[in-house]
């Protein structure tokens, strides 16, 4: 399995899941942006970072987008076949590992979304660089991806399934 080269960038909070995920993303495409940077550019707040500001950032550095709900993980092996680390919103259910200093925010907003970047695709298995700091990458199997690859996006909380962020500069 050949995995796309993608930075580990570790989120600062527990809220900057989307911005360092898109950080890394932009770093891999040689953009040097950092978490920040990201962070202002898709209006990253204590409650994350939602779909539409994540696609609005990745455009306004020229990045072309595509981003849609219902994906399919032959369309996430399909970007990464191609050099396009997808960029995913998945929900990590009964994680242990996250820090102390992030139980107030997951507390106060009562859910465990998530973003992390989909740098390989096997048969069998899905590849994430998680910018979780205990976590690294983490490796599912395709069942086991399909059953967590759900969100929710804005402050209404609605539920999207499947959603994904495929961006280039080509």
């Known amino acids: 399995m050949t995995a796309?080269?993608?930075p580990?960038?570790?989120?600062p909070t527990g809220y900057e899941c989307g911005n360092t995920s898109l950080a890394a993303v932009f770093q891999f495409f040689g953009k040097q942006v950092t978490i920040a940077e990201a962070g202002a550019l898709a209006k990253t707040t204590e409650d994350g970072t939602d779909h539409h500001n994540l696609i609005a950032a990745a455009r306004a550095t020229g990045a072309r987008v595509i981003a849609r709900s219902n994906g399919t993980i032959a369309e996430l092996a399909w970007f990464v076949a191609r050099g396009v680390p997808p960029i995913v919103?998945?929900?990590?259910?009964?994680?242990?590992?996250?820090?102390?200093?992030w139980s107030?925010?997951?507390?106060?907003?009562?859910?465990c979304g998530h973003?992390?970047?989909?740098?390989?695709?096997?048969?069998?298995?899905?590849?994430l660089i998680d910018p979780h700091g205990a976590c690294g990458a983490?490796?599912?199997?395709?069942?086991?991806?399909?059953?967590?690859?759900?969100?929710?996006d804005t402050a209404l909380y609605r539920h999207v399934v499947r959603w994904f962020l495929a961006m280039s500069y080509v």
């Open 8 to 11: 580990v960038l570790v989120q």
């Open 104 to 111: 107030a925010v997951r507390r106060k907003r009562k859910d």
């Open 138 to 152: 983490r490796r599912f199997t395709h069942e086991g991806f399909a059953r967590v690859w759900y969100d929710t």
């Open 89 to 101: 919103g998945w929900w990590m259910e009964g994680d242990r590992d996250w820090d102390r200093r």
């Open 115 to 127: 973003y992390s970047v989909v740098t390989a695709v096997t048969s069998e298995h899905v590849v």
């Open 4 to 6: 796309l080269e993608v």
